[in-house]
């Protein structure tokens, strides 16, 4: 007797609020999970926290492989990398291990990235994404575990600064147009695609993809890298299908921002006493030039 094949159950970012109800039973957590991710970030709310230490990276590079899987543009450190990258201080009480780079951006510049800032999206995201190698033994593992997970996320606006990083990450984009396609990427360094800023925030939150585990520590960096038009276009270009059945775009693949349940938000950015006030105020992020963005 021959076995009935079962049809694999896929998802879309077109679609993020049917993951948790009629795709599959262990992604419920999309639907009921009450500290989901992504989140708005509302300045107003951001609470203050002295205890929060320096973020620090690991400086030397990583190679791995650049693949489009048909949801994202993600650069993924190859077994043999050595030494690892590792990701540690901040808001984190263990070590973890950078896994992988994820790019979501939009089809327009008013679009494209997870996160937002008062209500106002980049046009594209990058994470950085590492697990908890103290406690456990893979990615795989520590995705359905406490503290499994930690989430760095540079948000970008367009500029005619290149990132030198982000450039050496997406030169060879154009092999990669089709889902499954994957191309060798070396002496990427994640520690200098970050901006020269010590200042973040952070909450705790879930991955942005099914079935939304509750697992990630999440790290916002106060000011934000920069894409140009062209390095957009390209990325515009990416398919989220294979070369024989491209589909659509792969781009605008983003999960929208979700309710924060009363969680909090910290930063390590200072107070400020302003003029005229008898309580501390938080500092403005100036950082976000475009003033939409400004905090």
């Known amino acids: ?9 896929t998802w879309k970012f077109e679609r993020p609020d049917y993951w948790g109800l009629i795709v599959r039973p262990d992604w419920a957590m999309c639907e009921q999970g009450r500290r989901q991710s992504p989140i ?34 993600i650069f993924r450190v190859g077994n043999t990398s050595h030494p690892h990258i590792n990701i540690s201080g901040g808001p984190l009480s263990y070590k973890y291990r950078v896994q992988e780079l994820r790019v979501h951006f939009g089809m327009k510049d008013t679009h494209g990235s997870e996160h937002t800032v008062n209500g106002k999206a980049f046009p594209l995201e990058v994470q950085i994404v590492g697990y908890n190698s103290d406690l456990y033994a893979n990615m795989s593992q520590a995705t359905h575990l406490p503290q499994g997970l930690v989430a760095i996320s540079l948000l970008a606006q367009v500029g005619k600064t290149r990132n030198q990083e982000l450039t050496l990450l997406i030169e060879n984009i154009t092999e990669i147009i089709y889902k499954d396609q994957r191309v060798p990427a070396s002496y990427v360094s994640v520690s200098e695609m970050l901006p020269d800023t010590q200042q973040y925030i952070t909450y705790e939150g879930s991955t942005t993809t099914p079935g939304c585990q509750e697992t990630v520590t999440w790290i916002i960096i106060n000011k934000p890298i920069y894409v140009t038009t062209q390095q957009l276009n390209t990325l515009r270009g990416l398919h989220q299908g294979t070369i024989q059945h491209p589909q659509a775009h792969l781009g605008n693949n983003y999960r929208p921002p979700q309710p924060l349940h009363h969680r909090p938000v910290r930063a390590n950015i200072e107070f400020n006493l302003k003029q005229g006030r008898k309580c501390p105020s938080m500092k403005p992020l100036t950082y976000y030039k475009d003033t939409a963005y400004e905090m």
């Open 1 to 9: 007797m021959t076995k009935k094949k079962t049809k694999k159950k």
């Open 40 to 73: 708005n970030i509302d300045p107003a709310k951001l609470l203050y926290d002295p205890h929060l230490r320096p973020l620090h990276i690991d400086k030397h590079a990583g190679h791995g492989f650049l693949t489009n899987n048909g949801h994202n543009m």
